[in-house]
């Protein structure tokens, strides 16, 4: 078992270099009605010290509408909020996107089922909006460009309903 899964981090391949992938997941975020509150560039940082790091960027993004009913009823839940997804490229070249799984950390830190679940679809937007199919540990990405699965996504999340059936 790799140190990913035993932390439960979701990983998933790119189809696409690393520069355009976190474009489209920015894009994307935003699509959704969310908000991208910050950007670390941990490549940044590793260069800053005369370091070398593969391309390396977390973003942090949600919405209010989301995330402030969970803190209100369990406010420990701010720990884990808002969401995060890394987009790096491995030593291979290959772009990876990694996230935590956020429904069951919110179950675990006392957060209520209904709440908890809410957030599901905005963490694993990508899977919908990226709408893979097949076997979802080992198929690439790739970002869904059709207006609407981008609307269904939005109206989605914003109700706290994951559903995409466009490719």
């Known amino acids: ?11 998933r391949p790119s189809k696409i270099p690393f520069g355009p992938t976190l474009e489209r997941l920015v894009n994307t975020i935003e699509a959704a009605g969310m908000m991208v509150f910050a950007k670390i560039d941990h490549s940044a940082g590793a260069r800053e010290i005369n370091a070398k790091m593969p391309p390396t960027v977390v973003l942090i993004y949600g919405h209010p509408r989301g995330g402030t009913p969970i803190i209100l009823a369990e ?5 884990d909020l808002p969401l995060r997804v890394l987009v790096r490229e491995d ?3 290959q772009t990876q996107v990694s996230f935590h799984p956020i429904g069951p950390i919110l179950r675990q830190a006392g957060v209520p089922g209904e709440l ?18 097949g076997n979802r540990n ?5 970002l869904a460009r059709d207006s609407k699965c981008r609307a269904q996504l939005r109206r989605s999340l914003l109700r706290g309903v994951s559903r995409c059936s466009q490719v």
């Open 1 to 11: 078992m790799s140190i990913n899964q035993e932390a439960g981090v979701m990983e």
């Open 116 to 133: 908890s679940a809410a957030l599901d679809p905005a963490k694993n937007f990508w899977r919908r909006h990226f709408c893979d199919r």
């Open 138 to 142: 080992r198929r690439p990405l790739s």
């Open 75 to 79: 406010p420990r839940a701010a720990l």
């Open 91 to 93: 030593t291979e070249g």
